[in-house]
């Protein structure tokens, strides 16, 4: 599913390469075997155990192209102002910030440490000082933003390295939770703690007017599909009910869910 060799993923679920040939032709891997497969490849075991994986095409997103991942970022999570939001200094500054961070994603650059920081915090005075929902809608993009960058330091860094010299890979991407330190599955929880009633009541405050409600449904799916949710499900859970909502979504119309969905199909 990943352009991976029986030798790599043998590596991943510990197991050897005739193992991994024996389950491609039907055997059934134990629960614990299957436990790390369905991390590995993001799917409930449920689905691994019953469902039909051999006709998925292999994923080839260009991830040594900065500029395409950057227009994916632009799509899946929209960015907004206004000439009524500009007007306010909190939100003009945290919109310009934004920009220079996309800039800066744009040119494969490193980020200032608080960048990101300074960009939610004046979005979140901008919706306290003000009624526009372009606010509450950039801080929960704020947010998500801020998901995005907890990774292993050192991970991202050989990322980067990689990406310099075009030999990054989405397989290198995906494998990045496979190595990852215990640390950083306790900052993500710890980020749910903190930003949790944030995200809820700025979702609450789109989803009451019916220009921004599609918007809400939409993040709402995005938070199952990234896993920024306190369920007692498992990630891969979480993921594939994230999916079913989107689905769902898109199939009543919502537009964001419909990008969502075509980048999905697109790029695999």
Same mark, same amino acid.
């Given at each position: ?62 991830? =040594? ?8 970022? !632009?799509?899946?999570?929209? +960015?907004?102002?206004? *000439? %009524? $939001? ?74 980067? =390295? ?8 989405? !397989?290198?991407?995906?494998? +990045?939770?496979?190595? *990852? %330190? $215990? ?86």
């Amino acid at each position: 599913m990943h352009n991976e060799t029986l030798e790599e993923l043998g590596g991943i679920i510990h197991c050897a390469k005739s193992t991994v040939k024996g389950y491609e032709n039907g055997r059934r891997p134990d629960f614990q075997t299957l436990q790390l497969l369905a991390a590995h490849y993001n799917k409930p075991i449920d689905e691994l155990l019953y469902a039909d994986l051999t006709e998925l095409e292999s994923i080839s997103i260009d991830m =040594n192209s900065p500029s395409h991942i950057m227009e994916l970022m !632009k799509t899946i999570l929209p +960015l907004y102002s206004s *000439e %009524d $939001a500009m007007g306010n200094a909190n939100f003009k500054n945290g919109y310009e910030l934004s920009q220079r961070l996309l800039a800066s994603f744009s040119n494969a650059e490193v980020l200032p440490g608080n960048m990101i920081v300074r960009i939610f915090e004046s979005f979140a005075n901008a919706t306290d000082e003000s009624e526009n929902l372009e606010a509450a809608a950039n801080l929960v993009w704020s947010i998500f933003i801020w998901w995005s960058q907890i990774y292993d330091i050192n991970q991202i860094l050989s990322l980067q =390295n990689k990406l310099q010299s075009k030999k990054l890979s989405f !397989k290198d991407w995906m494998q +990045l939770k496979d190595t *990852e %330190d $215990a640390s950083v599955a306790e900052k993500r929880v710890s980020f749910i703690t903190d930003f949790g009633a944030i995200i809820t009541e700025a979702l609450k405050a789109l989803k009451s007017e019916p220009e921004w409600s599609d918007l809400a449904d939409y993040y709402i799916a995005l938070r199952y599909i990234v896993g920024m949710v306190d369920t007692d499900l498992s990630a891969e859970m979480n993921s594939a009910v994230g999916m079913q909502m989107m689905l769902s979504f898109m199939m009543l119309g919502n537009s964001y869910a419909f990008k969502f969905c075509k980048i999905c199909l697109s790029e695999s």
